[in-house]
């Protein structure tokens, strides 16, 4: 949240947001091209993002940005952990045990719903579908999809992502 | 020809011969969401090594999706000039061995293969199927998907090889934008994305606008749980959407493309991304395309996750930045719609056919399918099905025989009991009805439709009311908010589902559910509130004994737990 101080952290942050608001490449930039372009680079949307957006954007309002931003649920506004686990719960998933997946993996990372595990770990997301549904019931972890998953098969994907690095790092 | 496109016909038949007949065997691993889920990475990986061990080299390529899911990941190695082998649910071990016989050695294994594509004029190799004569392709007429799995999807060269931009080339030196649309309206072509409109007659609205700025946008935003064929035609063969999209750019003398694809899907988003550039570098998209008069852009828009963004004027909004939400209608998109300009709106698949009716005319279209629907349905089928995939037939095929004959029935020793048909906002189909035509007209009437062309199998283990409560509480949590009936409606169906699945129901509940769903059916702008009601309203239909069972009698709780509760999203539009 906003405090009176700016800290070095703060501006190279905001920084950071202009460079990515100003890099985009295609023709048609819009205040949600703005925003997904933010998230894909700092994985989520900070606070200060809402506010530079409205500013790149000709016209919009931090209003105008809040409503986009808050109607997309791919948006987050607080950064995720550092592995990002997508159970499908689709029908195609559904009909293959997608239940019996998703309580394994929220009972191995302790959450009872989505979000993110307190060590900051693991962020859990449930997907309305994963695209690979001839191979459900489908995970992905950071993107990565595995097909054919058991609720002992995605605890083990699990378990090897809490031994790796954050993608990226 | 044009002198530019010979040019590059040229260049790509060399490419072609390099790949196939070069110095170096060529090895196609099958991609895509669906290779990459089966574990395509892992061995494509493992082939690598093996080929550095043997000391020996070879193209590895991933291609995108032959649509035969059940034998992913699929590989297929071919020696210089020689057969294609292909090598079923490869396995890294599996990977070595395939390098160890057939590039280390340079002999097949029969046993190893699943199928194969002799060499022109050859035998192939004793002891193995055809590809072609395989169950799951024998009886596919492959227009759209021609090229999937075959080709590199990144390799502008490739497509051309094999046919491609020679419909374009057609268009430009011989034929009037008139006539491509004429060519099209008599094709029989109507739209894949769900609403099966006429194409060519969608064309003509646009076509009659005489706006300098009028656009064409090609939905890719396949939110339809189950359907994976809108990312499997993209990921596989991007540039048989490009040329399609261009041509109704040519046909409708539109100024500008659009192609709108969901962020995260990365796949498919890079396969565009690069095909409209190597389109434009190859002078196919720009000004004085091939060196005609006709100038076209192209660009790709991304949109955040909301279903509801597939709709087309909701699409409008998303590409101009802002909530997905619908627009009230009139103004038609043909008279106003993105940026207030002139415009239509095609599915991927839609676009995708436009090469081929333009290569073949009209007429060879009309040819495939069914009187009221021409050419192809790309079905996805999965759920509990022997062989799950992606598969291109020709519309006129019952449903039953599309999955025993196609898909190999059942699972050993269970039955097929319910069918999900076209995405959440289609129904379930019983038994009764299996013996529909794969057809917009004949599926429509059974109360389903085609719609996408997802075709989700469920077996006696399926408790109808769960999955009812699933798709219901698909379209609760995607509903967009603008239209009350549709955001109240379709939570307090949930609401109601979750208690009828724990064995609470209360009487009249199936009553109110009903009344809820006739009030969302007149009371909501689009689609997604005018349908939402229809897996229940299909599941009354041919499983009301199944609602019977929970509401009168309480044989509850149904659903995966023993409480009869199903986890769904919390996360919830403001």
């Known amino acids: ?127 309305t579908c994963l695209g690979a549904c001839a191979h459900a019931p489908v995970i992905a972890i950071d993107h990565v999809h595995h097909g054919r998953i058991t609720p002992d098969s995605a605890v083990r994907h699990v378990k090897q992502a809490r031994s790796k690095p954050a993608p990226g790092h | 020809m044009t002198a530019p496109f010979e040019q590059l016909k040229t260049r790509a038949q060399q490419r072609w011969n390099e790949l196939t007949a070069g110095a170096l065997p060529w090895i196609r691993v099958g991609g895509g969401v669906s290779g990459e889920a089966a574990g395509a990475h892992e061995v494509t990986l493992a082939l690598n090594k093996a080929i550095e061990k043997a000391n020996r080299r070879a193209n590895v390529t991933r291609v995108g999706m032959l649509g035969l899911c059940y034998a992913e990941p699929l590989v297929d190695v071919q020696l210089p000039g020689g057969d294609r082998i292909f090598y079923a649910n490869v396995t890294p071990e599996k990977a070595a061995e395939i390098v160890q016989t057939h590039i280390a050695h340079g002999v097949p294994e029969a046993s190893l293969a699943f199928a194969q594509v002799p060499a022109p ?46 419909a374009l080339d057609k268009a ?10 004429d060519e099209v309206k008599n094709s029989g072509l109507r739209g894949r994305g769900g609403a099966a409109f006429p194409t060519g007659t969608k064309w003509s609205f646009l076509a009659g606008n005489k706006s300098p700025v009028k656009y064409i946008l090609c939905n890719c935003e396949e939110g339809d749980p189950g359907a994976f064929n809108d990312k499997g035609v993209l990921e596989s063969d991007p540039h048989t959407l490009l040329e399609g999209l261009i041509l109704a750019g040519y046909a409708t003398t539109s100024s500008n493309g659009v192609i709108f694809i969901r962020q995260g899907h990365e796949e498919p988003i890079e396969a565009a991304r690069k095909a ?67 415009s239509n ?6 676009l995708s056919y436009v090469p081929q009716i333009i290569a073949n005319g009209g007429a060879w279209f009309k040819g495939v399918g069914t009187p009221g629907s021409a050419g192809t349905a790309i079905l996805c089928i999965t759920g509990e099905i022997q062989r799950p995939g992606m598969y291109e037939l020709p519309m006129g095929m019952t449903i ?40 917009f007209d004949a599926m429509s009437k059974t109360g389903a439709i085609l719609g996408s062309g997802g075709i989700i199998v469920g077996s006696d283990d399926v408790n109808v009311v769960d999955l009812t409560r699933n798709l219901v509480a698909f379209n609760q949590f995607e509903s967009c908010g603008k239209c009350f009936p549709c955001r109240l409606g379709t939570t307090h169906m949930v609401e109601v589902l979750d208690r009828i699945c724990q064995n609470k129901a209360r009487a009249g509940d199936r009553e109110l559910m009903e009344r809820i769903g006739q009030s969302m059916k007149v009371g909501s702008l689009c689609g997604h509130g005018q349908l939402g009601y229809n897996p229940i309203l299909s599941a009354f239909k041919y499983f009301a004994a199944e609602f019977d069972e929970l509401v009168k009698d309480h044989k509850g709780p149904v659903g995966a737990f023993a409480d009869g509760t199903m986890i769904v999203p919390t996360r919830t539009r403001p």
Not at chain 2, 123 to 134: I, Q, R, T
Not at chain 2, 286 to 297: A, E, T
């Open chain 2, 121 to 166: 004029g050859g035998s192939g190799l004793a002891g193995v199927p055809d590809l072609n004569d395989l169950p799951t392709m024998k009886r596919q007429v492959r227009i759209a998907t021609r090229n999937s799995g075959h080709i590199d999807p990144r390799d502008l060269l490739q497509y051309v090889a094999n046919g491609g931009y020679a």
């Open chain 2, 276 to 342: 409209v550039q190597d389109a434009y570098d190859a002078g196919l998209l720009g000004k004085n395309i091939l060196g005609s008069n006709f100038s076209y852009d192209v660009e790709v828009a991304l949109t955040g996750d909301s279903y509801v963004a597939g709709e087309e004027t909701a699409l409008m909004e998303a590409i101009e930045g802002k909530r997905s939400m619908p627009r009230y209608r009139p103004p038609f998109p043909a008279q106003a719609g993105l940026w207030q300009k002139p």
């Open chain 2, 345 to 350: 709106i095609n599915n991927v698949k839609t």
């Open chain 2, 400 to 439: 039953r025989e599309v999955l025993n004959q196609i898909a190999g029935g059942p699972p050993a020793g269970k039955r097929i009991k319910v069918l999900q048909t076209g995405g959440p906002l289609g129904g379930v189909l019983g038994e009764s009805d299996f013996d529909v035509q794969i057809d």
């Open chain 2, 172 to 181: 430009l030196t011989g034929m009037t934008p008139a006539q491509v649309l």
């Open chain 1, 1 to 127: 949240m906003t405090s009176g101080v700016t800290t070095a952290a703060d501006t190279e942050l905001r920084e950071r947001i202009r460079r990515t608001l100003r890099s985009q490449k295609q023709r048609t930039i819009t205040v949600l091209s703005s925003l997904l372009a933010v998230q894909h680079e700092i994985k989520y949307v900070p606070e200060v993002a809402i506010e530079e957006t409205a500013h790149f954007i000709k016209g919009a309002t931090i209003n105008d940005v809040w409503s986009v931003a808050s109607f997309y649920t791919n948006f987050r506004f607080t950064p995720p952990g550092d592995h990002t686990v997508e159970v499908c719960w689709g029908p195609s998933c559904h009909i293959k045990g997608a239940q019996h997946v998703l309580r394994a993996v929220q009972s191995e990372l302790g959450l009872d719903r989505e979000g993110e595990t307190s060590d900051g770990k693991f962020t859990l997301r449930y997907n």
